[in-house]
């Protein structure tokens, strides 16, 4: 069954702390994995896509990395703001096309003061 | 990169009623998809709209609940028929960027069923 799990489901951070999202997929055949930003009330804004042959993609503070072989990927937050508060979605598609998506569940991120 | 926006933001509905949503994007495309997010919950595709042709649904969602109109390149139209309160969700149209892989998504439609 192709499934994408993330960890943790929620995460309270300080501002200015680094925090690390994981997450592990089972979806095959696998093209690509993506990772979105979706802050409340909006839709998901792309930050990452990474190929089978990329294993470290970087936005600004933000590093996604991928190990095909053990089938994960996490994303660093570096030098966290406020406004990083948001639920973090992992995606990993079947194909370039748009409709063999699996979507994880999303990590809450929040950054306090 | 592709702007979506969709109408309504946000609608209040009465069980029974049915909401047609309408997504416009500032480029044409092929291929434009409608997902839906539950509360506290990651989003689930319900169908893909390609202009000239039927829309294809996925599992568990059929036309008669959610017809989808696609007249053109740049517009579509989700509509929820014979709304109950488990269709309170968010409700999200996406299209696929041009020449690349990323998917854009609109603003999403916040529909509360009551």
């Known amino acids: 069954k192709n499934q994408v799990e993330q960890s943790p489901q929620s995460l309270i951070i300080l501002e200015g702390k680094n925090c690390t999202l994981q997450?592990?997929?089972?979806?095959?055949?696998?093209?690509?994995l993506r990772w979105y930003k979706q802050d409340t009330g909006r839709g998901p804004v792309s930050l990452t896509i990474m190929t089978f042959s990329e294993n470290t993609k970087s936005n600004g503070r933000y590093t996604a990395t991928l190990d095909a072989d053990t089938k994960q990927s996490s994303l660093h937050i570096t030098a966290s703001q406020l406004s990083d508060s948001a639920s973090y979605i992992c995606?990993?598609?079947?194909?370039?096309?748009?409709?063999?998506?699996?979507f994880g569940g999303g990590t809450r991120l929040m950054v306090k003061p | 990169s592709a702007v979506i926006s969709q109408k309504p933001s946000r609608d209040i509905c009465q069980r029974g009623t049915s909401l047609t949503i309408q997504c416009q994007v500032d480029s044409q495309v092929t291929m434009m998809f409608w997902y839906r997010q539950q509360p506290g919950q990651s989003l689930t595709l319900i169908a893909t709209a390609n202009q000239g042709s039927e829309a294809t649904y996925e599992s568990g969602f059929v036309i008669d609940k959610f017809p989808i109109s696609r007249p053109n390149l740049t517009f579509s139209t989700l509509t929820v028929s014979n709304m109950s309160p488990e269709d309170s969700s968010i409700y999200l149209c996406s299209v696929e960027g041009q020449g690349t892989d990323t998917q854009y998504f609109g603003p999403g439609t916040r529909l509360t069923v009551l």
């Open positions: 995606v990993v598609s079947r194909t370039r096309q748009g409709n063999m998506l699996t």
């Open positions: 997450c592990n997929y089972t979806v095959s055949p696998f093209s690509n």
